[in-house]
């Protein structure tokens, strides 16, 4: 069930109506869990079973290790590791590992081929984000930064919430449960603001995600076919269209929450802003960047083990961050190129400029990190290891004279430079907010108006949300 689809905004109006009706915080709280449930069970109902089984287990599991204590407690850690990181292995990471290992082994790679991958080849949707959702809240209550839930609906209901089920943000149980101790009716500017915030994202993700894909689609799929202009091109196309479909997504999560009086995080504040790659991941992905740092970062070791070891923990957590993303050497790739990238900027501070920056320090900066940021987007959407190459080698070497490339590279980097420019001026003091709130309610209705219609005309199809993937 897309947000972006019509069965999405029936079923969003439904379950907005019986909110309003029902009284009483329980009754809400069931209403949100079953339609989360509905709404998960849409994609395919079979791995319903899987989300019901991690949540029950991480329940119980933290109720324990909260009274245990020593050892017993280290092994309910133990367990609750073993468990998530399990599942997530066996249905994300199963089928690559095997046809991996294949290549060393004959026998089993003659089975492969005469049967096929063992494992169900659709990943279950969703199940990274709510795994380290969940995780993070068994690895609290073990580090004792927080007390487990007594009740298992709030606990559910913090796994399944339907905005950010498929695709965060990743919020904390500390964040999330203390907002559902009392669910009030639906208030009429909260809502209001919930779907003005829906809309921004829905004209995001149709009107400008979508058709960027168009392009990006049709390059990536064969760079080899297309001179390096084009290719340039399709860099900075897929630069605009990862941020605003992941973006979009966001945004839309966020106003269906709100208009049931709960308040997600924000994921995104300016990356292509950022002065540096430590600065893109403070930016980019706040939820999943901030999730490693505290669950993987710092656990290893942090930079509290000298600077050879401090390298070594940037690496292996950017490792696992790409790996997060899915399971191909090309995600290990992106992974690794950010890993080397934040590790020489906390060898060369100079690289980080974390020192004060003028104007034109800080736009040079700005202008290399974007670059450093899209060659990684390159090895993120090249889809294998050989197209990665065929990629960067026509990028560079296959120029053409200027023609239909050079405009259509000219087309896509201004359009960058636009979201660019239109992010430092929405950055000056909260400028649009601002502005929107002292519009006029006409002008405003006006622009929603406006931004629907956009949709209803250049809407390409109901493509899902890249990060769905994840």
Request: proline residues 4%; hydrophobic residues 55%; charged residues 15%.
């Given at each position: 069930?897309?947000?972006?689809?019509?069965?999405?905004?029936?079923?969003?109006?439904?379950?907005?109506?019986?909110?309003?009706?029902?009284?009483?915080?329980?009754?809400?709280?069931?209403?949100?869990?079953?339609?989360?449930?509905?709404?998960?069970?849409?994609?395919?109902?079979?791995?319903?079973?899987?989300?019901?089984?991690?949540?029950?287990?991480?329940?119980?599991?933290?109720?324990?290790?909260?009274?245990?204590?020593?050892?017993?407690?280290?092994?309910?850690?133990?367990?609750?590791?073993?468990?998530?990181?399990?599942?997530?292995?066996?249905?994300?990471?199963?089928?690559?590992?095997?046809?991996?290992?294949?290549a060393f082994v004959p026998a089993l790679s003659a089975h492969l081929e005469a049967h096929g991958p063992p494992l169900p080849v659709a990943i279950p949707i969703g199940i990274s984000f709510y795994t380290f959702q969940s995780l993070s809240y068994t690895l609290d209550v073990y580090l004792r930064r927080s007390a487990?839930?007594?009740?298992?609906?709030?606990?559910?209901?913090?796994?399944?919430?339907?905005?950010?089920?498929?695709?965060?943000?990743?919020?904390?149980?500390?964040?999330?449960?203390?907002?559902?101790?009392?669910?009030?009716?639906?208030?009429?500017?909260?809502?209001?603001?919930?779907?003005?915030?829906?809309?921004?994202?829905?004209?995001?993700?149709?009107?400008?995600?979508?058709?960027?894909?168009?392009?990006?689609?049709?390059?990536?799929?064969?760079?080899?076919?297309?001179?390096?202009?084009?290719?340039?091109?399709?860099?900075?196309?897929?630069?605009?269209?990862?941020?605003?479909?992941?973006?979009?997504?966001?945004?839309?999560?966020?106003?269906?929450?709100?208009?049931?009086?709960?308040?997600?995080?924000?994921?995104?504040?300016?990356?292509?802003?950022?002065?540096?790659?430590?600065?893109?991941?403070?930016?980019?992905?706040?939820?999943?960047?901030?999730?490693?740092?505290?669950?993987?970062?710092?656990?290893?070791?942090?930079?509290?083990?000298?600077?050879?070891?401090?390298?070594?923990?940037?690496?292996?957590?950017?490792?696992?961050?790409?790996?997060?993303?899915?399971?191909?050497?090309?995600?290990?790739?992106?992974?690794?190129y950010h890993g080397t990238l934040l590790a020489l900027e906390r060898r060369f501070p100079l690289l980080r400029g974390s020192e004060v920056q003028g104007p034109l320090e800080r736009t040079l900066r700005t202008i290399v990190t974007l670059h450093l940021v899209c060659l990684g987007w390159i090895f993120f959407r090249?889809?294998?290891?050989?197209?990665?190459?065929?990629?960067?080698?026509?990028?560079?070497?296959?120029?053409?004279?200027?023609?239909?490339?050079?405009?259509?590279?000219?087309?896509?980097?201004?359009?960058?430079?636009?979201?660019?420019?239109l992010q430092l001026v929405g950055r000056h003091r909260d400028l649009f907010p601002r502005l929107w709130a002292r519009a006029p309610a006409v002008l405003q209705g006006a622009a929603l108006a406006a931004i629907l219609l956009f949709v209803a005309v250049y809407r390409v199809s109901e493509n899902a949300f890249i990060?769905?993937?994840?």
């Amino acid at each position: 069930m897309l947000f972006n689809s019509a069965t999405f905004l029936v079923f969003f109006t439904v379950v907005l109506a019986l909110y309003a009706a029902l009284r009483g915080t329980p009754a809400r709280k069931v209403l949100l869990l079953v339609a989360s449930y509905l709404f998960y069970a849409h994609w395919d109902w079979r791995y319903l079973g899987l989300l019901l089984f991690s949540t029950g287990m991480d329940f119980l599991i933290a109720a324990r290790m909260f009274r245990a204590e020593g050892r017993r407690r280290r092994l309910w850690l133990c367990i609750t590791l073993a468990s998530n990181l399990g599942i997530l292995a066996v249905f994300k990471y199963g089928n690559f590992a095997l046809a991996n290992l294949a290549a060393f082994v004959p026998a089993l790679s003659a089975h492969l081929e005469a049967h096929g991958p063992p494992l169900p080849v659709a990943i279950p949707i969703g199940i990274s984000f709510y795994t380290f959702q969940s995780l993070s809240y068994t690895l609290d209550v073990y580090l004792r930064r927080s007390a487990p839930t007594r009740s298992l609906l709030d606990f559910a209901l913090y796994v399944a919430f339907f905005p950010q089920l498929v695709a965060g943000p990743i919020v904390r149980s500390t964040e999330f449960i203390p907002q559902t101790a009392h669910l009030s009716s639906p208030r009429a500017e909260e809502v209001a603001a919930g779907i003005q915030r829906f809309i921004l994202g829905l004209f995001k993700k149709v009107v400008l995600a979508d058709h960027a894909a168009l392009f990006v689609d049709r390059v990536f799929t064969d760079p080899g076919g297309h001179a390096g202009l084009l290719l340039l091109g399709a860099t900075y196309a897929f630069a605009l269209q990862i941020y605003l479909d992941f973006s979009a997504y966001t945004d839309m999560a966020i106003g269906v929450a709100r208009a049931f009086n709960v308040r997600l995080p924000e994921n995104f504040d300016a990356p292509y802003l950022a002065t540096s790659i430590t600065d893109f991941w403070r930016r980019w992905h706040i939820s999943l960047s901030s999730w490693l740092r505290d669950y993987l970062y710092i656990p290893l070791g942090g930079s509290r083990r000298g600077p050879g070891r401090t390298y070594v923990n940037l690496l292996l957590t950017m490792l696992l961050g790409g790996l997060w993303h899915g399971a191909a050497w090309t995600f290990l790739l992106w992974g690794a190129y950010h890993g080397t990238l934040l590790a020489l900027e906390r060898r060369f501070p100079l690289l980080r400029g974390s020192e004060v920056q003028g104007p034109l320090e800080r736009t040079l900066r700005t202008i290399v990190t974007l670059h450093l940021v899209c060659l990684g987007w390159i090895f993120f959407r090249a889809g294998s290891l050989e197209n990665v190459g065929t990629f960067l080698a026509r990028l560079f070497s296959a120029w053409e004279a200027p023609g239909e490339g050079a405009q259509v590279a000219l087309a896509w980097s201004g359009a960058l430079l636009a979201l660019i420019l239109l992010q430092l001026v929405g950055r000056h003091r909260d400028l649009f907010p601002r502005l929107w709130a002292r519009a006029p309610a006409v002008l405003q209705g006006a622009a929603l108006a406006a931004i629907l219609l956009f949709v209803a005309v250049y809407r390409v199809s109901e493509n899902a949300f890249i990060y769905f993937q994840f």
